[in-house]
């Protein structure tokens, strides 16, 4: 038989397909101490490993897009790799690696503020971001920021959207007018009303002067 017939005949059957992704190169580090902040460094950036394994070694695995750190063989962190830049050398951090008393200030921190309220609207972030700039108290703005979220699943997304909006234009960043503007409710535009008829103008011609004579009209 020819090549061809023979291929389909045995081998086609045997073949896989491809896979879906393209292969990921990785470097990999091994013996890596966890440090006492429980993060490990990745090309000058730092990425949070659970705290539990402070003072432990890891194996980091770094592709073009992750970093995957394992210990024990297991993996344990999987972070979105961030280049550093002059601008950018901020700690890549997941909330669920820190003690609870350390998750507690986090969530105090004004960056993670607006990015809890901008994953929620981006109108809210915005409106958080101002709350911080004019109180310059991150446990306030917590708290304004948690009790709205609660109440979120009963007014709405799109309620608390235009509340943001409405506060910002009226330049009142504070908890009890977005309170009292979700109470309210949303306030409906004002319907226009027509003025009174103006007289015609002189220069304008009425039907009557149109309108032919009986004399004419013979």
């Known amino acids: 038989m020819s090549r061809t017939e ?3 005949a045995r081998e086609a059957a045997e073949l896989r397909p491809l896979p879906e992704a393209s292969y990921d190169y990785g470097t990999w580090k091994a013996g890596i101490k966890v440090q006492r902040h429980y993060h490990v460094n990745v090309d ?40 550093v830049t002059p601008q950018d ?17 986090w969530r105090q921190n004004p960056d993670a503020l607006i990015e809890r309220a901008t994953s929620y609207s981006p109108t809210l972030g915005r409106f958080v971001s101002l709350h911080l700039e004019i109180n310059g108290n991150p446990r306030a703005t917590h708290n304004m920021l948690g009790r709205l979220l609660e109440v979120g699943s009963v007014h709405g997304k799109a ?60």
Do not use: W
């Not at 997941?94 to 003690?99: I, K, L, N, T």
């Not at 504070?174 to 535009?189: E, F, S, V």
């Not at 003025?195 to 039907?207: E, V």
């Open 6 to 8: 023979r291929f389909e």
């Open 44 to 83: 000058g950036r730092d990425y949070s490993v659970p705290y539990r394994l402070i003072g432990e070694t890891v194996n980091i695995k770094t592709t073009a897009a992750t970093v995957e750190i394992y210990h024990d063989s297991s993996l344990v962190a999987v972070h979105t790799r961030r280049i």
């Open 89 to 105: 050398d901020a700690p890549v951090i997941d909330p669920a690696h820190m003690p609870e008393n350390h998750r507690a200030m």
């Open 159 to 218: 309620a608390i959207d235009a509340a943001c909006v409405e506060a910002i234009r009226r330049n009142q960043i504070n908890a009890n007018t977005l309170r009292q503007i979700l109470d309210r409710g949303p306030r409906k535009p004002s319907r226009h009303e027509p003025g009174p008829s103006q007289p015609p103008s002189d220069n304008i011609r009425g039907a009557g002067y149109y309108a032919e004579d009986d004399d004419d009209a013979a």
